[in-house]
């Protein structure tokens, strides 16, 4: 089926950022760009038109880094986001519980608490707070970064977790005064409880897709680098793979897997590399991606890994989940094999990690286009903005992250380390490629709110007033690139999709307003009224 959309003001986001007024599509690529005349030329019998009616059509949008999967099986979960008292948590489950007429014994699992939202007491959960909910049922809440997570009593017992228990390596759990664990799991010992619990079948994990994809598509999404392998508690990664597969085989994969594969040990990683597994494996809608590798935790959590200690702890670093010589291992392997990396780095210190590991590598075995690149880079000072720059390497950046982060950054770090830290506008002075996500389930994948941040340096309710760190804002411009051809790039892709060129892949979305020409603060209202993915309309307002 062939389309053509006229009478609209088409941003290509080529090199030549070209404008135009109507497009034609055929058989999922680009056909022709031009005028409306130019374009209608080109009608046929079954060609579909549609008309803009000046409204603004862009490159479908690319989240650079999520989880799909996770949000997806959020959906089936209590939804703590934005709960404000600890009551208010339990008052949430209670409900849920209720609801969905729960029997004793089931597991119940929520997600998205935040202490730092909790009026009065900002703490996290522990297994008395729990307690009261239920001590019949184990239940299990993750904190909104997903590196935190509490547990009831309940839960505890079932899983043998006690005074005997030993601390795992890369993660801790916290004990009372009496060494009993108080029900808070913390970066790697969150695996204690995670790796016990049901897990989903591949039909219920197509389902979880479907709904997060549906999502995505109501705000523009049309590509996503998401890390899936370790969503789900039995870490079976063929079952993920399965999933996305089926759903391609049957037509229902509206949006095009970049799939970040994480593989924390060697031996996951030698075995995926004798399974013949390779970056940028499969095809337009499903690729396998980078090795995703984890280092530190998150900075509202204080599990961030950090050179000095926190400026509102002391006592505390933040956490490595791996050792120097564990990451140089497992960078080294992937680089040897032609496998991108993209490593999680939130602190300082787990950054400096991340690049000696990649220099090495680079050393060991130079490559010109690798591609390897750090996930967040949040606390970041002068040696490090320098380094991405010398090895050429991808920043993936989230601007929704602003609108919490801005409120903890000083309290967390200093206002020393504060000042060179989220420094997007001198990543790109120098050249760095930026990729731009959401980090989603963490905060939400609408690319609009996204853009607004990128550029305001304020949050969805507008503060802080002049913006945060205003020095360091992007463009719309610049924005929108991270958005499409930034994410295109970190997926080897740019020649494929990302801007709109004859060609190319037709994978766009229509917007309610211009956001070229409205008011910055405005951007974040903007709806998306239609996207449309290889030719095909995946949402229509």
């Keep these: 089926m062939d389309l053509i959309l006229i009478n609209g003001k088409i941003y290509t986001m080529d090199e030549n950022r070209t404008v135009a007024e109507a497009i034609a599509i055929k058989n999922n690529i680009i056909k022709a760009i031009g005028s409306t005349e130019q374009i209608l030329k080109l009608k046929r019998d079954n060609t579909i038109i549609h008309d803009l009616n000046g409204k603004a059509l862009l490159p479908g949008f690319n989240d650079s880094h999520m989880h799909l999967v996770n949000y997806g099986y959020a959906l089936t979960q209590v939804n703590l986001i934005g709960a404000s008292t600890l009551e208010e948590l339990n008052e949430r489950v209670v409900k849920f519980i209720e609801e969905n007429q729960i029997e004793e014994g089931k597991w119940i699992r929520g997600r998205g608490w935040n202490q730092d939202y909790f009026i009065g007491e900002k703490r996290f959960p522990t297994r008395y707070d729990l307690d009261k909910i239920s001590t019949e049922n184990p239940i299990v809440v993750t904190r909104a970064c997903g590196h935190v997570v509490a547990v009831n009593t309940k839960a505890l017992k079932l899983l043998n977790i006690g005074k005997s228990t030993e601390q795992v390596e890369g993660g801790h759990f916290d004990l009372d005064e009496n060494g009993e664990p108080t029900g808070v799991f913390r970066e790697n010992a969150v695996g204690l409880i995670y790796d016990n619990l049901p897990t989903p079948m591949v039909e219920e994990i197509k389902n979880m897709m479907i709904n997060a994809i549906k999502d995505m598509n109501k705000v523009g999404i049309t590509s996503v680098g998401t890390d899936d392998f370790e969503a789900l508690p039995d870490r079976n990664y063929e079952n993920i793979l399965k999933a996305y597969g089926e759903l391609k085989n049957e037509d229902r994969l509206n949006v095009r897997i970049y799939e970040q594969c ?91 990690m991340a690049f000696e590991s990649i220099e090495k590598s680079l050393n060991n075995s130079p490559k010109d286009d690798h591609r390897h690149g750090i996930v967040h880079c949040q606390i970041t000072d002068e040696y490090l903005l320098n380094k991405f720059e010398e090895l050429n390497a991808i920043a993936y950046i989230q601007p929704i992250f602003l609108d919490y982060d801005w409120k903890i950054v000083k309290d967390r770090v200093g206002e020393e380390r504060e000042k060179t830290s989220y420094n997007w506008r001198t990543m790109v002075n120098k050249g760095v490629s930026i990729a731009c996500g959401s980090d989603s389930p963490v905060e939400i994948f609408n690319v609009m709110k996204g853009i607004y941040e990128a550029v305001t340096r304020k949050d969805l309710d507008g503060n802080p007033k002049g913006g945060w760190l205003p020095e360091q804002s992007l463009t719309v411009e610049e924005a929108v690139y991270g958005y499409t051809m930034g994410g295109a790039y970190a997926s080897f892709e740019e020649d494929i999709k990302g801007s709109l060129e004859v060609g190319k892949l037709a994978d766009m979305v229509v917007l309610s307003e211009d956001v070229f020409h409205i008011d910055e603060d405005k951007i974040k209202d903007v709806d ?3 996207t449309i993915l290889g030719g095909k309309i995946v949402y229509e307002i």
């Design 262 to 352: 994480l593989l924390p040990s060697l031996d996951k990683l030698e075995t995926f590399i004798e399974k013949g597994y390779r970056t940028s494996m499969r095809d337009n809608l499903f690729k396998i991606g980078p090795l995703k590798l984890l280092i530190d935790g998150s900075l509202g959590a204080r599990t961030a890994a950090l050179v000095e200690p926190y400026s509102d702890d002391p006592t505390t670093r933040g956490i490595t989940t791996a050792t120097q010589g564990e990451l140089d291992d497992l960078v080294d392997l992937a680089h040897r094999n032609n496998i991108q990396v993209a490593i999680h780095g939130i602190g300082d210190k787990a950054m400096y």
């Design 528 to 530: 998306v009224h239609m």
